[in-house]
C-alpha cells in the first residue's frame, strides 16, 4: 500500500494552529511558536496514517510520500486559463510557512516539481498502482479513483479525530471532474459557469457519461454565450492529473480532451 499525503494541506493547518498573538506594550503581533508547528505536523500526520492504517486493517507499514507544491508562477494551468489562483498572494501564506515547508523535507520523503501541484503529484502517483490512500481534505482529489482519506479534523464543525475515508470508483472520479468543469472553483479563481453550483452541475450530467455529457456540458456553456473552447479551458484546468499525464523529463502536460 502506498500512503500519499497532501503536504500543502497539512503544512497550512498547522502553520496556522501554531501562531499566536502577543502584545507589546500596545502593539499586538502575530509570532509562530515553531515547537508547537512541529508538534502539530508530527502528530497529525502520524496520527491519521494510524486511523487508516487501523481502519483498512493493513498488515504491512506502507510506503509514505508528501508531496508538495512546485513553483506557484510555473504552474501549468496558468497557460490554459492565465486568471488561474490569481487571487493568491504571497502575503496570505500563514507565518512558519517557509520553515514548515523545510521541516516536512527533513522529516519526510517528498516530492515536488516545479510546474506541478501537489493534487497532480498525489493523482500521477496514486493511479500508478493499484493499491494508494490519498491523505487530503481537498474535493479536487475526489477526483482519482482510489481511497481518498480526508482528516475531517481539519474541516470546520468536525469533531476532532474523525476520518473520512472513501473508494473513489472510476465512474464517480470522472463524473466529479465534470461537475467542477461546470462549477469550477473561487478558491483557485476558475468560474466554471457563472451561476451554476453542484445541483444544477449534477442536474445537467444526469444520466450521462462519455461523449454525452460533453455534449450536455457544451450547450449549457453556449446556453449563456460561452464556446466549446471556453469549456475545454475550464474542465483542463479542474482535471487532476493521473499517469501517463506528465513528462517528468520534458515537464509537459498532457492535456484532457473530451472521451
Not at 497550512?12 to 502539530?40: M, N, P, S, W
Not at 510555473?74 to 496570505?92: F, L, M, T
Amino acid at each position: 500500500m502506498r500512503f500519499l499525503i497532501d503536504g500543502d494541506v497539512y503544512v497550512y493547518h498547522a502553520c496556522f494552529a501554531a501562531q499566536k498573538e502577543v502584545t507589546f506594550g500596545r502593539t499586538v503581533t502575530k509570532i509562530t511558536d515553531l515547537d508547537e508547528l512541529h508538534r502539530r505536523l508530527e502528530t497529525t500526520i502520524v496520527g491519521h496514517m494510524k486511523q487508516v492504517h487501523r481502519a483498512l486493517k493493513l498488515r504491512k507499514k506502507a510506503e509514505t510520500t508528501v508531496m508538495l507544491s512546485g513553483v506557484r508562477d510555473e504552474n501549468w494551468r496558468k497557460a490554459v486559463y492565465a486568471p488561474y489562483k490569481g487571487n493568491r498572494r504571497p502575503s496570505d501564506r500563514p507565518l512558519g510557512f517557509a520553515h514548515a515547508l523545510d521541516w516536512i523535507r527533513n522529516r519526510w520523503k517528498v516530492e515536488e516539481v516545479s510546474n506541478l501541484e501537489a493534487d497532480d503529484l498525489l493523482g500521477i502517483r496514486a493511479t500508478e498502482v493499484e493499491k494508494a490512500v490519498i491523505f487530503t481534505t481537498d474535493k479536487d482529489l475526489l477526483q482519482i479513483p482510489r481511497i481518498v482519506a480526508r482528516p475531517s479534523d481539519f474541516l470546520p464543525g468536525a469533531t476532532n479525530g474523525e476520518m473520512e475515508i472513501r473508494r473513489v470508483t472510476e465512474e464517480e472520479g470522472a463524473q466529479w471532474h465534470l461537475v467542477q468543469a461546470l462549477t469550477g472553483d473561487q478558491v483557485d479563481n476558475y468560474p466554471g459557469l457563472p451561476g451554476v453550483g453542484q445541483k444544477t452541475a449534477e442536474k445537467i450530467l444526469a444520466g450521462k457519461t462519455g461523449r454525452e455529457a460533453w455534449d450536455a456540458i457544451v450547450a449549457a456553456y453556449e446556453k449563456k454565450g460561452k464556446t466549446e473552447e471556453d469549456a475545454l479551458a475550464q474542465a483542463r484546468v479542474a482535471r487532476m492529473l493521473r499517469t501517463g499525464e506528465f513528462d517528468f523529463d520534458t515537464k509537459e502536460v498532457k492535456l484532457w480532451l473530451p472521451s
